[in-house]
């Protein structure tokens, strides 16, 4: 079931025009998410187009419905010429969580022009000088958060301790762990090894230890991040973009190498079937789509940008994650760890 207008707040607020299969697989995983996890969505983008793609499912007794918006943000559209489509499908998925109509708000398109317009739209936690993108990298042991993915390719010193308490907070307020382990990326476990950044960034990263006990485990390499040695670990933008992009492209490849492997011989094409059910339940868990986003972290708000390429698992996945984030609520945690921290991770000029 569809209508326009306000009403009580729903869970998410979703960009039905963002993302290389949009509307069509943007629609699709909303119905998903209203039916089986009984969300409550918006759909926003020109209503007509956007009425038309949903009257294709059954909707009754689903709670989603439409908020016009007639504009579009093509997916290579410069950040600062999105911002000035203030009627966007984007914006308009942004301002009804800035306004409360929606406790969080989700796109799957230009990840450029969503940060910018989720930075200008929700605003900041004061004290947070840039939000970052963080993701749930899988471990051995569950998921440890990565942060930055992608939203700040340079960094400094202080920008990594504002990382590191955002990360713990959320880490402890959203996957219920008690005084998560902060790890720092570097090319050594060290203390001393890696870049300046990484040099620089140490020792205040100790302090933030001492002020706001941050528990700070020290340098951790990338072999360390799949074994799950830290709960949180930060860097810098481009090396964590580099990182979660590699890690997805190895995990394709050995699925695929596993596929074929188990196609080689009738002896192995037996062996696959009896594997089957375990490796599939396996490699899901490395499935990028079982996440569905990656959460913009320090401002007021809950914002959650998907991949360009989503389909309708991923988009299901994407509005889940989005309700569990905006339910635990770790903007007041990260809100507190800066008060304690006091100018330690304040960036100067």
């Not at 990263?205 to 991040?225: P, T, Y």
Request: glycine letters at 12%; hydrophobic letters at 45%; charged letters at 25%.
């Amino acid at each position: 079931m569809s209508s326009s207008g306000a009403g009580a707040m729903k869970d998410v607020a979703l960009d039905a025009l963002g993302g290389d299969h949009a509307p069509r697989e943007i629609v699709a995983g909303a119905v998903q998410a209203a039916r089986e996890l009984f969300a409550s969505v918006i759909l926003t983008g020109p209503e007509a187009q956007v009425r038309a793609e949903l009257a294709k499912h059954d909707t009754t007794g689903l709670d989603i419905t439409i908020e016009d918006a007639p504009e579009v943000v093509a997916m290579d559209e410069h950040p600062t010429d999105a911002l000035k489509k203030k009627q966007s499908s984007m914006a308009v998925a942004v301002r009804l969580a800035k306004e409360g109509r929606a406790s969080a708000a989700v796109s799957a398109g230009n990840s450029g022009a969503m940060m910018a317009t989720a930075l200008f739209g929700l605003g900041r936690i004061r004290g947070i000088d840039r939000p970052a993108l963080g993701i749930p990298y899988p471990t051995r042991s569950g998921n440890c958060l990565l942060l930055d993915v992608g939203a700040n390719a340079d960094c400094r010193p202080q920008h990594l301790v504002q990382f590191a308490l955002m990360g713990a907070a959320y880490a402890e307020q959203v996957y219920g762990l008690k005084n998560p382990r902060v790890g720092l990326l570097s090319i050594g476990e060290e203390e001393g090894k890696g870049n300046q950044l990484v040099k620089d960034t140490t020792p205040l990263l100790k302090e933030a230890a001492a002020l706001a006990g941050l528990n700070f485990i020290g340098n951790v390499e990338g072999k360390d991040l799949p074994i799950g040695l830290a709960d949180v670990v930060v860097c810098d933008g481009f090396t964590g973009n580099v990182v979660l992009k590699l890690s997805e492209g190895l995990a394709r490849m050995i699925r695929d190498l596993v596929k074929e492997a188990a196609h080689s011989s009738t002896r192995a094409k037996i062996g696959g079937a009896l594997l089957k059910p375990a490796l599939e339940q396996r490699f899901t868990a490395l499935d990028w789509r079982e996440t569905g986003g990656s959460l913009l972290m320090g401002l007021r708000g809950v914002a959650l940008i998907g991949h360009g390429r989503s389909d309708a698992r991923a988009i299901r996945s994407a509005i889940r994650t989005a309700r569990q984030i905006a339910a635990a609520k770790p903007t007041d945690a990260i809100a507190e760890g800066l008060a304690k921290l006091g100018g330690l991770a304040k960036v100067e000029g």
